[in-house]
């Protein structure tokens, strides 16, 4: 059951500024509740129900958003960097304000399915180590792949850790100088795909993730873009 707040503090926690700057702007008659000017900045509402407007912009308010990228490489899967574009500089200012975060990481030049959020739970959930979940990726590599690599996949493969890497798959497509396959790992160490084809002999070109637990890329959205998990997407991730 929702609860009513103070309008500067619900504000606030989007991300529309500081709780003196949310002031000067209601007194200024920046914000509207079902309409009406306010300019008490201690009325409570509750913002599940009213109508908030924020210099005639609607608010949508939810506790937490949800978003699916398709990563583009040359881009780095962080919040913010002082030398290179960040996923979350290619998500709009509406959702900027919830402030979101990718969950695990994409190497730079790493293209694929990302999840930003700001739920810190289910980010938890499915970074786990405990929970295994299941990452999926579109592999090129230099050099020709056959059962030997998929036993060796099957079986962990010591790529320079205390522990070798648990139990993955190898579905090989084409094997060729230059080969296409398809790898699932349960685990997420630093550049670990790199390093498990490294670890054979073998160099990954193109690496790009297309799916995460059952939650699969969405195939219309192209480099860059993003869209907003469906609520089923979202209960497939938290189960």
Do not use: W
């Amino acid at each position: 059951m929702s609860k009513k707040e103070r309008i500067d503090k619900i504000l606030a926690n989007l991300g529309y500024g500081s709780r003196k700057d949310i002031k000067k702007n209601i007194k200024s008659g920046m914000v509207k509740v079902n309409n009406e000017v306010i300019k008490n900045n201690s009325i409570k509402i509750d913002p599940y129900k009213e109508n908030i407007k924020f210099k005639n912009k609607k608010i949508n308010y939810r506790k937490f958003i949800y978003l699916m990228l398709n990563k583009p490489s040359g881009v780095i899967s962080a919040t913010e960097d002082n030398h290179s574009k960040t996923v979350i500089d290619l998500i709009d200012d509406e959702y900027k304000a919830f402030n979101p975060f990718p969950v695990g990481r994409l190497d730079k030049d790493t293209e694929g399915l990302l999840i930003l959020t700001n739920d810190g739970d289910l980010a938890h959930k499915l970074l786990s180590p405990k929970k295994h979940v299941d990452k999926k990726y579109y592999v090129k590599v230099e050099g020709y792949l056959d059962e030997n690599d998929k036993t060796a996949f099957k079986e962990g493969l010591d790529i320079g850790e205390k522990n070798i890497t648990l139990p993955a798959e190898l579905d090989i497509k084409k094997s060729n100088e230059i080969s296409e396959c398809y790898v699932i790992i349960r685990e997420g160490k630093f550049h670990q795909i790199k390093r498990m084809f490294i670890s054979l002999g073998k160099k990954v070109i193109y690496l790009k993730r297309i799916s995460m637990g059952n939650v699969e890329l969405d195939s219309n959205l192209k480099l860059g873009e993003y869209r907003e998990l469906t609520s089923k997407e979202i209960d497939i991730l938290n189960r």
